[in-house]
């Protein structure tokens, strides 16, 4: 692939990041030292959270909270279709099933009415898990009032919303209106660390419990133990004792990582300005035009805008999607799609599932398209998309 092409998403390294790293290379344990908990106490302190755990990778950390909701076979997870398929595959890891609910036409978030419709239908219905698209956070008061109702618990799919706010001007991952909140720290998400993952709780037994799914099932010595006529000599521990006190996983973070990760997270704030400031100069350019539709304009300052996407009328344009991102690529503009609905999978198809029993999921995904929107991207660069946009799609 030519090398000047604009990606529609990037991560951004600098010295000091570089640095971290190397340090922990020369000087440091490479795995579960200091760095593990620093960064698990520092993104815990960032979203106002009483606990946080990092683990491996998201997909990882939402296996494990939906292991820590009590999540089992024949349990029902209801979430979006529009999400990375990895949301729902997290029920169907615990042999649960997941049931989708259709997408408010604006906010391309979970719609609490169609949630509580599909809660009226689906009684068994153990977690709810909202996904806060592109970095806007979904109707969470409304989201947890049906959820009460219903006695579901909730887990926010925050892949997408580190560094974004509640309408109410609470941290996601504050845990205010969730039993869990997810973090994903892949690079094309809000910070990098190569890979990983973080949950933050308010919840001291599911803190513990998280622990210990992330490695083996076992129990911390600190932690109440089972065997105690095993662990004591004269009423002391035993050296050498620990107990798997049930299955787990290795689903552990490095320190290489989490250092990685700690220093990106000093730099989240002027992020996200930048990415506010672009996001509006895209509002500013498309507003005057009828076949380009941003989303999610009403609430700027409160999305951490992982995503900048846009809905093109393709009806009243000469061009379709697929011709329109082969000419912007051929321009050196790289444009993704964000998602096909997870219900239009093969997987999911064999399973029964239909988008069309989704209608405002389905219209979405045939407008959608991500355009650039990342830190490093110049001004100059986003008025080149901006024109070489607009030009093919109103030619
Ligand atoms: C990226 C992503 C995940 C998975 O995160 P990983 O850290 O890559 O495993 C889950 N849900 C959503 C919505 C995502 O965007």
């Given at each position: 692939m030519n090398k000047e092409v604009i990606?529609?998403?990037?991560?951004?390294?600098?010295?000091?990041?570089?640095?971290?790293?190397?340090?922990?290379?020369?000087?440091?344990?490479?795995?579960?030292?200091?760095?593990?908990?620093?960064?698990?106490?520092?993104?815990?302190?960032?979203?106002?959270?009483?606990?946080?755990?990092?683990?491996?990778?998201?997909?990882?950390?939402?296996?494990?909270a939906c292991l820590a909701a009590g999540v089992k076979e024949d349990d029902l997870v209801a979430t979006s279709p529009i999400t990375f398929v990895a949301s729902s595959n997290s029920a169907l890891y615990c042999q649960a099933q997941p049931v989708f609910t259709d997408i408010n036409e604006e906010t391309i978030n979970m719609c609490p009415n169609e949630l509580d419709k599909t809660l009226r239908e689906n009684k068994r219905v153990k977690v709810i898990m909202p996904i806060h698209f592109a970095g806007l956070p979904c109707d969470m008061q409304s989201i947890k009032e049906i959820a009460d109702r219903n006695g579901s618990l909730i887990i926010e799919d925050a892949a997408h919303a580190l560094g974004a706010k509640y309408s109410c001007g609470s941290m996601v991952g504050s845990c205010k209106y969730s039993d869990m909140t997810g973090f994903s720290f892949h690079p094309?998400?809000?910070?990098?660390?190569?890979?990983?993952?973080?949950?933050?709780?308010?919840?001291?037994?599911?803190?513990?419990?998280?622990?210990?799914?992330?490695?083996?099932?076992?129990?911390?010595?600190?932690?109440?133990?089972?065997?105690?006529?095993?662990?004591?000599?004269?009423?002391?521990?035993?050296?050498?004792?620990?107990e798997m006190q049930e299955l787990g996983y290795n689903y552990r973070i490095t320190d290489i990582q989490c250092a990685l990760g700690m220093s990106q997270l000093k730099k989240l704030p002027k992020?996200?300005?930048?990415?506010?400031?672009?996001?509006?100069?895209?509002?500013?350019?498309?507003?005057?035009?009828?076949?380009?539709?941003?989303?999610?304009?009403?609430?700027?300052?409160?999305?951490?805008?992982?995503?900048?996407?846009?809905?093109?009328?393709?009806?009243?344009?000469?061009?379709?999607?697929?011709?329109?991102?082969?000419?912007?690529?051929?321009?050196?503009?790289?444009?993704?799609?964000?998602?096909?609905?997870?219900?239009?999978?093969?997987?999911?198809?064999?399973?029964?599932?239909?988008?069309?029993?989704?209608?405002?999921?389905?219209?979405?995904?045939?407008?959608?398209?991500?355009?650039?929107l990342y830190y490093s991207l110049t001004l100059s660069e986003q008025d080149y998309v901006i024109e070489t946009l607009k030009n093919l799609i109103h030619k």
């Open positions: 990606p529609y998403g990037k991560h951004f390294i600098d010295d000091d990041d570089i640095e971290a790293v190397v340090d922990v290379l020369k000087n440091h344990p490479l795995t579960q030292g200091q760095f593990v908990n620093s960064f698990e106490e520092s993104i815990a302190n960032f979203v106002g959270a009483k606990y946080a755990v990092a683990m491996s990778s998201w997909t990882a950390g939402l296996h494990m094309v998400k809000s910070i990098a660390a190569g890979e990983g993952g973080m949950i933050t709780t308010n919840s001291e037994e599911i803190y513990k419990k998280l622990l210990r799914l992330r490695s083996h099932g076992i129990n911390k010595s600190n932690d109440e133990l089972v065997l105690s006529n095993e662990a004591y000599t004269d009423g002391v521990i035993n050296p050498w004792y620990m992020f996200i300005e930048k990415r506010i400031e672009l996001a509006e100069r895209y509002d500013s350019a498309f507003k005057d035009s009828n076949l380009i539709r941003p989303i999610q304009m009403n609430a700027r300052n409160q999305s951490s805008h992982h995503l900048y996407v846009v809905k093109v009328d393709f009806q009243n344009t000469k061009t379709n999607r697929a011709q329109l991102m082969h000419e912007l690529l051929n321009k050196g503009i790289a444009t993704q799609v964000h998602y096909i609905p997870v219900t239009s999978h093969p997987y999911y198809l064999n399973k029964g599932y239909e988008t069309k029993n989704y209608p405002k999921a389905f219209e979405y995904y045939n407008q959608a398209l991500s355009i650039p």
